[in-house]
């Protein structure tokens, strides 16, 4: 029983999960043919289709699905309830109130989120309907992606992606070889060669591939790109062949087929068990801090909604204490309502009371923020300056949720190769043996014009040295991966490396190898072509030399350098080895080994990539030692990576050292410019990068990230190895803290040069001891939280040898701290996607390294230099316009709903509606919404040349500074203070005849005229003039459409007043607004009320702000001050230190210094930083900003000018 048991729980774990998900690996029958009879049991398992799935919705799950993540958030279900109280009990408004409000926020944001969902269903049929080619008996038939089976043989042709993954069988070249390109899975656009099965190399057409009968048995899918491990057995005769499977035999999807004719694979992992589809990290939803901050509002406003119902329920049950105020004459309790519990009646009404309060939380708030980061977003793609002509593109945006985010940017994680450079290698020089070879500079031994500025150590070889410089030229001609691909013509022309042969240019999977070998070219050795299994050259003397192709020592990341064993056409065997320094000297027996390593110093320094390369004569018996070793360890199954590794390690010994190469990956342009600004914004910047420690130095110096008086902070595996990690950690600590421990932190954060700068170096290796738990010594501390205390206190961290993984780390360490700053990511390569997806904001770049970065990231920008005004000027206005828009909602709301808690002390809580009912449903859907839209769309405080030409700028709405504690409290109370002028200002004028009358004779009686909802109306009337022009007395940028829209929704107002009180309307049961709002607007009185009710409301706000700016000016108030005193004339300015407070007495000496630097200074010369170019409506002149910043500080004035003792010098205004 207990066996059938079993039987039973494998037949349904195979049926619902796949049989796969019970076994470590998975048998494939190459087109579905069955193994012979008595080979082995044909077990058929079930695999999932080709298709990809990116959607979040279908059509039948949309509606279910969207209405459960809508109504997740607070603010959704807290209006559902509401609405459904209004429906179940007797409540004074009606629940059209609240329904119709969220009714349209669900609509609005369940269209925005189906159409996103749309396009990604619209970006899936594209892959998934998509034509591919499959063998079926003996013929090529083309058919859908999305139909391919494991076990499908499939044809692909040049420059076709691969539809899923496939193992090699065949392909169009003689030797089973194919290239391929990886760019959408790593980053890395260079061809990488591939290998088919040994057996099957020879079946070249269809019909000989339907013809193959063989299974493969593999790991399961797993998303490691570079690790696949399985072997094959052909069926050919009685005894099946078996060969291994490693990943130079696995085609992976979204790779690109390039320079082969065809080739045939049988697809092994299919759809989303391929391991592209592995390697999609499902992004989580990431939030930004100002919707963290609307939330922790939203709850506080719920607290005092709540607590108004409360107060009101209580305050009514002691006022019906009383017999007569219980039930009035006209208003006298039913006597299912007199048995009622009274618990059950004090519910009821707090219930009520909270339908009637709920317009304090601001539903509308929602869709309103949700419409301004979609329509936002259109401003980073329609940017023209964010345009590259050169690559055609321009910004994307991914995700327009975190727009805001842009502004608060505290730690920025940069990539090095391709981000900050341009990935785009040029070769420099060479040298052997201590001779500098330089392209165009020496060529046959001879100085050539141009070489002036070269850094010689022998710039006359001898024979001796010439042919040493030959043997180097050919080594770097043979040692590598190069493919020559040849076309025909050229812009219609034949060209040609040799006369009379056609046009070529080399492909690699790496670009240094590509640069390298142009590099000899230049130099005289010219790589033609490797056929047949011999690699041709080209030599200075235009003679063809050819070299057979023996063994190939692929490159690796732990060995990191690769070799060759070729055989001369004299017989002669060589293995050319070449690689980085760090892992060719201490393999080096002979050579000028201290000349090498000093150029190769040298160059390092200077921020260029090196490689060092050696030989190794061998002979015929360590050729066939040699063999042997290689031959065993690619048979074994187990550890072959291990035994591989091992025998490479035996053979790439005791090398001559021949010299080493250097190599420029140039500086993307103004990348130093833009690592600048973000600093003087605030901003520590890291780079994040996989090269050795002293290129990745160099470009740090180059990219401005290190300045020269910079202090370097080495944490690397070189001084650990020196000192233990505990005391290399804390001796860094007490430097830094030694230093800034007594300085506040966001002036050591600073650039001002007053101050010591430091710089962090560390490398892979001892990151992943920083991070690991040190359990051994409990007292050693936490290593972890060392590190980042001396990282806070460093301007710019380099991390270099960094693994993708690592990268993520670094970023979410940061991200976790205690600060919780706000982080982002930018990179070009899928090794970044790891780090963008963790970061708070992930910015890819549109290199040359593939698109997985940019597909993965919240935004894509052409070039680094794109992400200065991304963030200083986008965030900047992204984050100042909806911050406006939160606390403005608030503060609306709280002026709408506070009257009605007043008035209900003056109706005997009896939970009497102060507004009328379309008053409250359209107060946040048309009265007041569209201006706060368009504000927030479109307000610039400041000037867009001023924010990109100023960064600190950027400091003044950090943190989330705009979103305080203190300056919601300030909202709110302006709020309150707001709707207590507009309910008792009106209150006390109506209870005085003479201002209520209307010119007529009054008696008694014609106070009689200003009932209930005359009273409700002019409060409402009141209350959105005053929220609308507060709203225009906080834009600074006006355009036409601000106006419109502005004094637009106010005609709007009044027009639905006249029209909703003025016509009588069929389909309304009763229509107790009619003629009121005209009645009201016939009176004398009630015009010069509503006048002194909004006046004296803004007046406050008004004060409030003329004494702040005058006393307490911030950075952009001052700048918007003299933008205003200059007509917006102010254009180009650097102020880094102009708009700093004034210098104390120590800091006088410093700026008298300045100022006899520049005593006298010349039009000619660079101006100083404190300088700003003023550009006036006629002429043009220099002058310091300082003093029309700072007249309310007390400086010093003449009639001609102002003196500042920091300003340097100063021509008169």
């Known amino acids: 029983m207990g066996m059938d048991f079993s039987t039973l729980r494998s037949l349904i774990s195979r049926f619902c999960a796949g049989e796969e998900n019970c076994v470590d690996t998975r048998t494939v029958y190459i087109g579905h043919k069955e193994p012979p009879p008595g080979a082995e049991a044909f077990i058929q398992q079930r695999f999932p289709d080709n298709r990809i799935v990116s959607s979040k919705y279908t059509f039948w799950n949309f509606v279910p699905k969207n209405m459960f993540e809508q109504f997740r958030r607070v603010a959704n279900f807290y209006f559902l309830i509401i609405f459904l109280v209004q429906l179940i009990i007797d409540t004074p408004t009606s629940p059209i109130t609240s329904g119709l409000p969220l ?32 063998v079926q008996h003996g013929r090529v038939v083309r058919t859908q992606s999305r139909k391919l089976r494991v076990g499908d043989v499939v044809h692909v042709k040049q420059d076709e992606t691969f539809p899923c993954d496939l193992i090699l069988l065949s392909s169009s070249r003689d030797d089973g070889t194919c290239y391929v390109t990886t760019a959408s899975l790593d980053g890395e656009s260079s061809h990488k060669t591939y290998h088919a ?63 082969t004719e065809y080739i045939f694979g049988v697809a092994i992992y299919t759809g989303m068990e391929s391991k592209m589809a592995l390697n999609y990290q499902s992004k989580s939803q990431k939030r930004s801090a100002v919707e963290k901050s609307m939330n922790a509002y939203l709850v506080v406003y719920l607290c005092i909604l709540i607590s108004k119902a409360v107060i009101n329920t209580v305050l009514k049950y002691v006022w019906q204490a009383d017999p007569n105020k219980d039930e009035p004459w006209y208003n006298e309790k039913t006597e299912t309502e007199r048995q009622r519990h009274i618990l059950i009646r004090a519910f009821t009404d707090f219930l009520a009371f909270m339908v009637l309060f709920n317009y304090i939380i601001p539903v509308s708030m929602y869709v309103t923020v949700e419409m301004q980061k979609f329509l936002g977003s259109y401003f980073i793609m329609w940017d023209d300056e964010m345009l590259d002509e050169e690559l055609g593109e321009r910004a994307v945006v991914n995700t327009s949720d975190l727009n805001e985010e842009l502004g608060q940017v505290e730690y920025v994680f940069t990539d090095k190769t391709g981000t900050l450079t341009e990935n785009n290698m040029e070769f ?11 392209p165009d500079a020496i060529c046959n031994g001879q100085v050539m014009p141009g070489a002036a500025d070269i850094d010689m150590i022998d710039t006359s070889p001898g024979p001796q040295a010439r042919e040493r410089a ?25 060209h040609g490396i040799h006369q009379g042969k056609s046009s070529s240019f080399y492909i690699s999977s790496s670009p240094d190898e590509v640069a390298l070998v142009e590099g000899m070219k230049r130099l005289g050795f010219t790589y033609l072509r490797l056929k047949d299994g011999q690699m041709e050259i080209l030599n200075r003397d235009d003679e063809v030399e050819r070299f057979e192709l023996l063994e190939v020592l692929t490159f690796d990341s732990v060995r990191r350098r690769m070799s060759v064993i070729v055989r001369s056409s004299t017989g002669e065997l060589y293995l050319f080895c070449k690689g980085a320094d760090s892992s060719i000297f201490p393999r080096v027996i002979s050579g000028k080994v201290e000349q090498v390593k000093a150029r190769v110093e040298h160059n390092a320094v200077e921020g260029l990539r090196t490689l060092c390369v050696a030989y190794r004569p061998l002979s015929p018996e360590q050729y066939e030692q040699v063999c042997h070793l290689l031959t065993r360890a690619k048979l074994e199954f187990q550890d072959q990576d291990k035994l591989v590794a091992e025998a490479y390690d035996l053979i790439e010994r005791d090398l001559i050292l021949l010299g080493a190469t250097a190599v420029e990956d140039r500086l993307q342009e103004k990348a130093a410019d833009t690592i600048e600004s973000l600093h003087k914004a605030g901003m520590k910047v890291w780079v994040l990068t996989g090269d050795k420690m002293e290129t990745a130095a160099a470009t740090c110096y180059a990219s401005k990230l290190f300045r020269r008086s910079t202090q370097i902070l080495e944490l690397t595996t070189k001084r650990t190895e020196e000192q233990s990690l505990h005391d290399v950690l804390f001796e860094l600590k007490r430097t830094v803290l030694r230093h800034y421990g007594t300085m506040p932190r966001d002036i050591s954060s600073g650039l001002s040069s007053e101050y010591a700068d430091y710089g962090l170096i560390i490398d892979g290796a001892t990151l992943s001891a920083v991070m690991r738990p040190n359990q051994e010594d409990s007292n050693s501390g936490n290593y972890k939280e060392i590190f980042l205390e001396i990282c806070r206190n460093c301007s710019a961290v380099l991390c270099c040898r960094m ?23 930018i990179g070009d390569g899928a090794n970044d996607v790891s780090m963008i997806l963790e970061a708070h904001v992930g910015i890819g770049i549109m290199g040359k390294e593939g698109r997985q970065a940019v597909r993965n990231s919240d935004y894509a920008i052409p070039k680094f230099k794109h992400l200065k005004k991304m963030l200083l000027v986008h965030g900047h206005y992204y984050y100042i316009r909806i911050s406006e828009l939160v606390q403005y909602f608030f503060y609306k709301n709280v002026c709408f709903i506070f009257p009605q808690f007043l008035y209900q002390f003056f109706c005997g809580f009896s939970q009497q509606p102060l507004y009328d009912t379309a008053y409250l449903t359209l107060y946040n859907i048309s009265f007041t919404s569209l201006p706060i839209l368009l504000y927030s769309l479109m307000e610039q405080h400041i000037n867009m040349d001023i924010l990109k030409k100023d960064p600190s700028l950027y400091r003044d709405i950090a943190k989330n500074s705009l979103l305080t504690w203190p300056i919601f409290i300030y909202w709110t109370v302006l709020g309150v203070y707001d709707a207590i002028v507009m309910f008792f200002g009106a209150y006390f004028l109506f209870d005085n005849t003479t201002f209520t009358s209307n010119g007529q004779l009054m008696t008694t009686n014609t106070q009689m005229m200003f009932g209930n909802w005359t009273f409700g109306t002019l409060v409402f009337t009141v209350l959105v003039f005053t929220v609308t022009f507060k709203l225009a007395l906080d834009t600074h940028y006006w355009t036409w459409i601000n106006h419109f829209v502005i004094w637009g929704s106010l005609v709007f107002f009044v027009v639905f007043s006249l029209l909703w009180g003025g016509i009588i309307w069929p389909f309304l049961n009763y229509q107790r607004m009619y003629y009121v709002f005209m009645q009201m607007l016939s009176s004398g009185p009630a015009w010069l009320s509503i006048i002194l009710l909004i006046t004296a409301s803004l007046l406050p706000d008004v004060v409030k702000k003329v004494f702040w700016r005058a006393l307490w000016p911030t950075t952009t108030e001052r700048i918007q001050n003299a933008d205003k005193l200059y007509k917006g004339q102010l254009s180009e300015f650097t102020p880094l230190e102009a708009l700093q407070p004034p210098p104390k007495a ?59 003792s920091r300003a340097g010098p100063e021509t008169s205004v």
Not at 809 to 824: F, W
């Open 803 to 825: 693994a993708p993984l690592q990268k993520a780390q670094i970023v979410k360490m940061i991200k976790t701290s205690k600060e919780h700053p706000i982080t982002l990511a």
């Open 470 to 494: 030959e043997l180097f030229f050919r080594a770097l001609c043979l040692c590598h991966t190069v493919q020559v691909k040849e076309e025909e013509t050229v812009d219609g022309i034949k």
């Open 1146 to 1204: 120590g800091g006088q000496r410093r700026g008298s210094a300045n100022q006899r630097n520049a005593a006298n200074p010349r039009r000619s010369d660079t101006p100083n930083k404190k300088v700003m170019l003023t550009r006036w409506q006629r002429t043009t002149d220099y002058c310091t900003f300082t003093p029309f910043l700072r007249l309310s500080e007390g400086s010093r004035r003449s009639k001609l000018g102002n003196a500042y």
């Open 103 to 134: 009714f349209f926020v669900i609509i609005v944001t369940a269209i925005k989120q189906g159409y996103e969902d749309w396009l990604r269903h619209k970006a899936d049929n594209a892959v998934n309907l998509c034509p591919v080619h499959v």
């Open 428 to 438: 420099i020089e060479c040298c052997v043996d201590g001779t500098v070879y330089e």
């Open 197 to 259: 099965v040994q057996d099957t190399k020879a079946y070249k057409t269809e019909k000989e591939v339907a013809c193959i009968h063989a299974t493969i048995d593999c790991e399961q899918p797993q998303p490691d790109l570079y690790k696949f491990r399985g072997n094959i057995n052909i069926y050919m005769g009685n005894e099946p062949v078996s060969r291994s499977l490693a990943s130079q035999n696995l085609l992976l999807r979204g790779a690109t087929l390039k320079n």
